[in-house]
């Protein structure tokens, strides 16, 4: 099929489904999606699109990219939960303006 041409309806599925332990047994290896994409199209087994490749995986409940803990996240992980903050209540002074027309001129400035 060429590369101009769109595939019908639910084919790129098919062509998923096909391929599904090949890509399963990759994922597994941690290899990343689009190397995968490259690898199939390259061997002529996917005609698909990346992006609706990673859709397919995406709605499959594929784990797209490997999660990789990092020392910051493990450091994170292990700090006591805080609570939530709350709002505080903001008090008003009793202090209010003063009337203009009471005020006297020299006091102004």
Do not use: W
């Not at 805080?82 to 005020?103: H, L, Y």
């Amino acid at each position: 099929m060429s590369s101009d041409k769109r595939l019908r309806k639910q084919m790129a599925k098919i062509e998923y489904m096909a391929c599904k332990e090949t890509v399963d047994s990759l994922l597994a290896q941690d290899f990343n999606p689009k190397l995968i994409h490259e690898k199939l199209t390259a061997e002529g087994r996917f005609t698909m699109a990346y992006p609706s490749f990673t859709q397919i995986l995406r709605n499959a409940g594929r784990k797209i990219l490997p999660a990789k803990p990092t020392p910051a996240a493990n450091a994170e992980s292990r700090q006591t939960v805080r609570p939530q903050r709350v709002p505080g209540i903001i008090k008003v002074e009793t202090k209010t303006f003063p009337d203009p027309r009471a005020m006297d001129s020299k006091n102004l400035i």
